[in-house]
């Protein structure tokens, strides 16, 4: 097999893997955030660590508007056709050319909530939630159609799946309205994975880049053929084989982003990436519980992914 045949089998099939793959995501400057720099960087990263597949970054950001500050402001989130997302759909075009018949070639999807947050604070969106919900929820409804323009023009250009984030779930995210996420949030990610859903290879990434997580129950029904999340839950940690059982799909995960593999030197990566190795399920893709830091050591990534593909039980 090559990479993207064992990548594709870890998602759909139940034989053995000839080894186990591997793959971690860094954010490239802003020289390299569209065009010919972005699809230039993408594969030098690529070919430089090893990995085992081609994750795309978003760095487009999202469409320019005036700070909402009352609940009315929901109504007027700009609305983006394809067009505007060209620069994205452009680097993907230009990655799935080069690599696809070598890898599985993903991008990077973040959730409603995640591109709301970018036009009001959460104190904010939580007190225009309290106050005029369908404001918010018109709002929300604006941005998933915008994120579907994403989505469609990706695929239109032959991308295999998605890494789609999602956040809002965390603990204590609202206060008091631990019921915000449910009726309101997740409704808008799961509008988004049904365009999509039924890919080649998608990635649920339950993000805590901004908090940690209580509970990992509302997210069990998520569509997405592997599960990336951090091991960490509430008072609980769990290993990588129960989050696997959890979840009922592949575990992609296994170390800390800002531990040892951002900081140590190659030697002790290594070493942690063999405990975390002994720690996985036979199937799984070794990865770290969300994007590392940008300054880490590409040499410390590679030492990590040939541990993995030299790993043996």
């Known amino acids: 097999m090559n990479k993207r045949e064992t990548v594709l089998s870890l998602a759909h099939g139940s034989d053995p893997l000839p080894y186990v793959p591997a793959a971690f995501f860094l954010h490239f400057g802003p020289a390299y955030h569209a065009a010919a720099p972005a699809i230039a960087r993408h594969l030098e990263y690529f070919q430089a660590t090893g990995m085992d597949l081609v994750k795309i970054q978003y760095e487009q950001g999202v469409p320019s508007a005036p700070l909402i500050e009352r609940p009315e402001d929901w109504f007027k989130v700009p609305v983006v056709d394809r067009s505007w997302f060209e620069p994205t759909i452009r680097t993907v075009e230009g990655l799935v050319k080069a690599a696809k018949r070598e890898a599985v070639v993903i991008v990077t999807l973040y959730s409603p909530f995640m591109w709301a947050k970018h036009l009001a604070d959460v104190p904010t969106l939580t007190r225009h939630l309290e106050e005029n919900p369908e404001a918010v929820q018109q709002g929300l409804e604006i941005i998933v159609a915008n994120i579907l323009q994403l989505v469609r023009g990706c695929q239109a250009a032959g991308v295999d799946g998605f890494y789609a984030s999602t956040q809002g779930g965390e603990a204590g995210r609202f206060g008091g309205h631990t019921d915000f996420f449910e009726r309101y949030l997740k409704p808008a990610d799961l509008a988004v994975w049904d365009a999509f859903k039924d890919g080649p290879f998608n990635v649920l990434h339950v993000c805590d880049y901004d908090r940690p997580y209580d509970d990992y129950t509302p997210f069990l029904d998520y569509p997405g053929h592997l599960v ?27 170390l800390e982003r800002k531990g040892t593999l951002a900081t140590g030197s190659v030697a002790e990566v290594k070493v942690e990436a063999e405990r975390a190795l002994a720690a996985l399920p036979e199937r799984a893709l070794l990865a770290a519980d969300c994007t590392v830091p940008a300054e880490t050591p590409w040499d410390n990534l590679r030492a990590a992914i040939e541990t993995a593909h030299e790993y043996r039980r």
Not at 236 to 253: H, I, S, V, Y
């Open 228 to 254: 990336n999340c951090a091991l960490h839950v509430g008072a609980r940690d769990l290993t990588p084989g129960e989050a696997a059982t959890m979840f009922k799909r592949p575990f992609m995960g296994g």
